[in-house]
């Protein structure tokens, strides 16, 4: 798969702007003082050097935080509705890590189950996704240990891999081989580049330091699931509030209220969190209203429920959970230090 | 001062004195602590004390059931005593274990003095009155105000005011109060305008994960007026005027009980600077009434109280 196209990174900008012109391109940014996926501004590329991972995951360009679903307005004749306008660009998601495409992967299973999410759905056809491998991992990320890489190239439309001054295209999908075939002034790959990018993939492998023992887990996880002690003490210091579901690529709970006044309005979803203790209390009650079965429900939902309907874990590795804590709650010490029954 | 926490920490434990111990051990990741709440006395060699002991531990007081021994810096040690004349905690359910402080070192502060991620830095050591930073083998010192938390910057009580043991000698403010409140000076010299502008800008990122809500000592309703739906005060969907209403709403219920421990805005993913408005209403809360939280158990909490000398003639 190795790639015969690269691009000096001066040129970015340039590909960008050729890339424009079928998508609407968004890139890391930190302009708005939070590290997260923005509209490419035509001309900014220096997240090439501040860049590792956003804060807010890329989920949001096709999950966002809150969206209207429908606007309403009573008239004598009863209810009319109206589907709001549908932002159909196409979206090149440049830089994408690994970890959060395939956690993209993941979020398609769970919004075509059952019932195929339009939003959801919508955004996410057509779109492209340019991978960026990660030469400079945190040290929060364990996404080694779910399958992936720094450089796993298995979700991406296009992989692109840091060599230096330059970064070596690789095209992974149908979609990306066009792409890339239709774009004019790439440089052709020599075989020392290979060898210097399967040396960054080697060395950069190695740097995801952390790590968790995932075989057998959902077994693990079904035996302690009433050991009420064990997840007690572990979820004492957790406080409940939402960033980990939140910034977490995988995890996809909305709740829905309308905005109206007097006699119109509009539906919103926006996202919602099991570690809440009012969540689901609008139907009936949360019956997970002590902490520790929240705590429990979240590790457990992705690590033994989802792989039982998807057969994949729904954990990606990407840290955030971990580095935006304010209590350093680390789901990777509750995964490592399960008991095992005497 | 670690060693001295973990001896009183194992007699606490030992004679029956307390049923838990909550400080703070080492955390996951390099440099930071995280939260320790043991049972058992052989736990307590986990325990630490460093200039990285972010949290406010007295958060939780009102969930832990049970006589407890709890560590606590200057700013802490107030939450606990509003906690006590809000009723919320019982003294004599407590034991506080009381650190001097001298700041608390805001990695964030570090990241940007270096432009380095705080896991790429080899060590981040207070020297005295100073840090010493090592990035790529390469030793870096700057003052120590440079990279303390703002709200540490010029405290008048890093000692605890309230304690059973001390770990130390008392200490002193690191620096002027100047520092302290940059940000919010800034704010003031603003027009109502452009600081409406500002704050939109800040509430349209905000996520409404209520970490700023749920790290918060003085924040300890059971039900909170943002998640009533018969009136729905607030609307749950996270709009910005939405936002912002929580915003200020949560410290109005918090007036006269903030420490200024600066949680709500070190715990804010989205980087809103929270405690702007905390101090604000901090300073306005001592200047209308002279009142300045958890400095006396005996008090009664502010708002509940009524004295014939109050600045306002509406209510006098």
């Known amino acids: ?28 940014s930190r302009e708005d003082k939070v590290t997260a996926f923005a509209k490419w501004d035509g001309v900014n590329t220096n997240f090439m050097e501040w860049y590792r991972n956003t804060v807010i995951s890329p989920k949001t360009n096709f999950f966002p935080l809150m969206e209207e679903m429908f606007s309403f307005r009573e008239e004598e004749d009863g209810y009319h509705t109206e589907l709001p306008s549908s932002d159909k660009h196409k979206q090149l998601i440049f830089g994408i890590r690994p970890c959060d495409a395939k956690a993209l992967s993941i979020l398609d299973m769970a919004f075509k189950e059952g019932y195929e999410d339009p939003y959801y759905l919508s955004r996410r056809k057509d779109s492209l996704l ?25 979700y991406v439309d296009i992989m692109l891999i840091d060599i230096g001054d330059e970064l070596l295209i690789e095209e992974v999908t149908n979609a990306g081989r066009e792409l ?25 492998y190695n740097k995801v330091t952390k790590k968790i023992n995932t075989e057998g887990i959902q077994k693990k996880l079904q035996a302690c699931f009433e050991d009420k002690d064990f997840w007690e003490k572990v979820s004492t210091k957790c406080l409940s509030c939402g960033i980990c579901t939140f910034l977490c690529p995988t995890c996809y709970c909305f709740d829905i209220n309308d905005d109206s006044f007097k006699k119109q309005g509009a539906r919103f979803r926006s996202w919602d969190s099991c570690a809440f203790p ?62 095992t029954k005497a | 001062m670690e060693q001295k926490l973990r ?83 019982s003294r004599e359910d407590v034991v506080i274990i ?26 981040v050591t207070r020297e005295g009155d100073k840090v010493v930073i090592v990035v790529d083998g390469r030793k870096r010192e700057f003052p120590i105000e440079k990279v303390l938390f703002d709200n540490c910057l010029g405290c008048k009580f890093p000692t605890p005011q309230e304690y059973d043991v001390l770990l130390g000698e008392a200490t002193s403010p690191v620096s002027e109060m100047t520092a302290s409140r940059a940000r919010i000076a800034e704010l003031e010299g603003m027009s109502s305008q452009e600081r409406w502008n500002f704050w939109k800008g800040e509430f349209n990122r905000c996520i409404r994960c209520y970490a700023c809500r749920n790290v918060c000592p003085a924040c300890f309703c ?37 420490t200024d421990c600066g949680e709500c805005e070190r715990a804010c993913p989205m980087n809103i600077p929270l405690r702007s408005m905390a101090r604000k209403m901090y300073e306005i809360v001592e200047e209308l009434f002279s009142y300045e939280a958890g400095l006396d158990e005996a008090a009664p909490p502010l708002l509940t109280a009524y004295e014939a000398v109050e600045a306002e003639d509406l209510i006098r």
């Open chain 1, 130 to 154: 340019v991978g960026l491998g990660c030469t400079n991992p945190y040290d929060s990320c364990f996404c080694t240990s779910l399958g992936g890489g720094p450089f796993d190239s298995t």
């Open chain 2, 98 to 123: 009381g650190v001097p402080c001298s700041g608390i070192i805001d990695l964030c502060k570090v990241e940007r003095l270096v432009g380095e991620e705080r896991d790429e830095l080899d060590d």
């Open chain 1, 180 to 204: 890339v075939a239709r774009t004019a002034g790439l440089e052709e790959v020599t075989e020392a580049d290979k060898a210097r990018a399967k040396e960054v993939k080697k060395s950069s």
């Open chain 2, 7 to 89: 001896q009183e920490a194992k007699a606490l434990l030992e004679q029956g004195r307390v049923d838990y111990i909550i400080g703070y051990e080492k955390g996951s990741l390099k440099f930071t602590t995280t939260p320790l709440i043991i049972k058992d006395k052989n736990d307590v060699d986990r325990l630490v004390v460093n200039p990285f002991i972010v949290n406010n531990l007295s958060v939780f007081l009102t969930e832990i059931r049970g006589r407890i021994g709890i560590v606590a810096k200057g700013c802490d040690s107030r939450s606990i005593i509003s906690l006590i004349q809000d009723n919320k905690v």
């Open chain 2, 222 to 258: 059971e039900r909170c007026f943002v998640e009533e739906t018969e009136p729905q005060w607030v609307s749950p969907i996270p709009k910005w005027q939405d936002n912002l209403m929580f915003q200020m709403t949560r410290n109005i219920h918090v007036a006269g009980r903030c």
């Open chain 1, 278 to 339: 009012i969540y689901t209390r609008m139907p009936m009650e949360n019956p997970r209203s002590e902490k520790w079965r929240r705590v429990r429900q979240r590790v457990c939902h992705k690590y033994e429920f989802f792989p039982i309907d998807f057969d994949v874990i729904a954990c990606v590795g990407c840290g955030r959970c971990i580095r935006q804590c304010p209590v350093n709650w680390d789901i990777t010490e509750i995964l490592n230090n399960l008991p």
């Open chain 1, 1 to 28: 798969m190795a790639g015969n196209k690269k691009i000096n990174k001066r040129d970015i900008g340039k590909l960008l702007n050729k890339w424009s012109q079928g998508f609407t391109v968004f890139v890391p």
